[in-house]
């Protein structure tokens, strides 16, 4: 099972190390660099465009820190052309920090690192160069499985190099690509998708939100091994259990199946059975003494939020329905839950899909019971 938690690169020296310089990045204390880290010997355009970003964003449109941060981003970005420049590339960020002279609050975060939609994303930009400064802590195959799990962290919308310091966010992974390229032992390990403490991550005993934990769910499975129909459902779905926390990698929670979405961005086959509603027996408790199972624990929640009516009279009580759920086929862990799965069920997991469209469709309840499509 992966652990998203930072690696012991360099001992527990270098990790406190890490800690300060994290800190001098985000203003928190004055910065002193190596003389050996200082400018790097970088092309003309990426002095002219980081001495002109730095000059005309500043304070609160502050996109990058210092120059060494600037130039050892920019070198990783494609040219561009400076005529009609392409989106994520020095001459279309250049482009907008020329303008941001006249109206930095309008242009100063398209010319900073993730291009603010105009001269690309956040997700561009850190699936361009997060894999080239730090080839040791990426964890994805390609650009484009890197883009899709990336689509799945909390974006928003906006981009504050102090703000972004920390925080589960896209924007915190790219503040801390930036100051990995010019000190990469320390930040690298900081920034990679699934989240990392101690800075990309929210607190560990916090909950997640229902919001947060559909956006990677969702970016991550897919095909058949979907466990939503859509947005929506999973977020009825998530609403009606429990939350849990951030560090949760157990229990029936919200916070357990978040944890094995971010794992399906690296091993969908084997963790988005895990991440959907039932847990499938890792995101549940099975009890050994009475056979009840934690898909049937997760069933019995979600069934008696659905169909609060038929439940009562029909189950009784949460007990009563773990015991009539126990010797149900796909009651065991590893059922593999799924869409296409349950499509094919008169078990347990036909009564799963048909209890999560009752959230929106009651006329579905009779099913999740067991009748009409699951008898």
């Given amino acids: 099972m992966l652990r998203f938690t930072t690696p012991p690169l360099l001992g527990l020296s270098l990790v406190a190390l890490a800690l300060g310089a994290c800190q001098a990045v985000a203003g928190i204390e004055d910065r002193k660099l190596d003389p050996s880290l200082a400018s790097p010997?970088?092309?003309k355009q990426c002095k002219d465009y980081c001495t002109t970003v730095l000059a005309n964003c500043t304070g609160e449109n502050a996109v990058y820190n210092d120059m060494p941060g600037c130039l050892g981003f920019c070198r990783y970005l494609d040219a561009g052309a400076s005529v009609e420049p392409e989106p994520n590339t020095v001459a279309c960020r250049a482009q907008q920090a020329e303008f941001a002279k006249r109206e930095p609050?309008?242009?100063?975060?398209?010319a900073g690192p993730g291009g603010n939609g105009v001269c690309g994303s956040d997700c561009d930009a850190y699936c361009q160069v997060y894999p080239e400064v730090c080839p040791d802590t990426y964890l994805y195959p390609d650009t484009k499985s890197c883009l899709k799990a990336c689509q799945g962290l909390t974006?928003?919308?906006s981009f504050d190099v102090a703000r972004d310091h920390d925080g589960d966010t896209v924007e915190c992974r790219l503040v801390h690509t930036v100051s990995s390229t010019t000190l990469p032992a320390m930040h690298c390990p900081h920034a990679p998708i699934p989240p990392a403490e101690p800075w990309c991550t929210g607190a560990a005993d916090a909950a997640p939100t229902?919001?947060?934990?559909?956006q990677i769910e969702l970016a991550a499975c897919d095909g058949d091994l979907t466990q939503y129909e859509s947005p929506e459902q999973c977020l009825a779905v998530c609403d009606a259990l429990p939350k849990g926390t951030n560090e949760d990698e157990a229990g029936n929670t919200v916070g357990c199946r978040r944890y094995h979405s971010?794992?399906?961005t690296l091993a969908a086959n084997t963790h988005c059975f895990h991440s959907g509603p039932t847990g499938d027996g890792h995101c549940?408790?099975?009890?050994?003494?009475?056979g009840e199972t934690s898909n049937c624990e997760s069933y019995c929640t979600l069934l008696a939020a659905a169909c609060p009516e038929d439940f009562a009279t029909s189950m009784g009580s949460d007990a009563g329905c773990r015991?009539?759920?126990?010797?149900?086929?796909?009651?065991k862990a590893d059922s593999k839950y799924s869409l296409a799965n349950a499509a094919a069920s008169k078990g347990l997991s036909c009564r799963v899909l048909y209890t999560t469209r009752?959230?929106?469709?009651?006329t579905a309840c009779a099913s999740a019971l067991g009748g009409d499509r699951c008898k």
């Fill in 323 to 331: 015991a009539a759920c126990k010797d149900l086929p796909e009651a």
């Fill in 105 to 110: 609050e309008v242009h100063c975060k398209a």
């Fill in 358 to 362: 009752a959230f929106e469709d009651k």
């Fill in 210 to 214: 229902c919001e947060q934990y559909c």
């Fill in 262 to 264: 971010f794992s399906a």
């Fill in 41 to 43: 010997a970088d092309s």
């Fill in 155 to 157: 974006d928003q919308d």
């Fill in 284 to 290: 549940g408790h099975d009890d050994a003494d009475t």
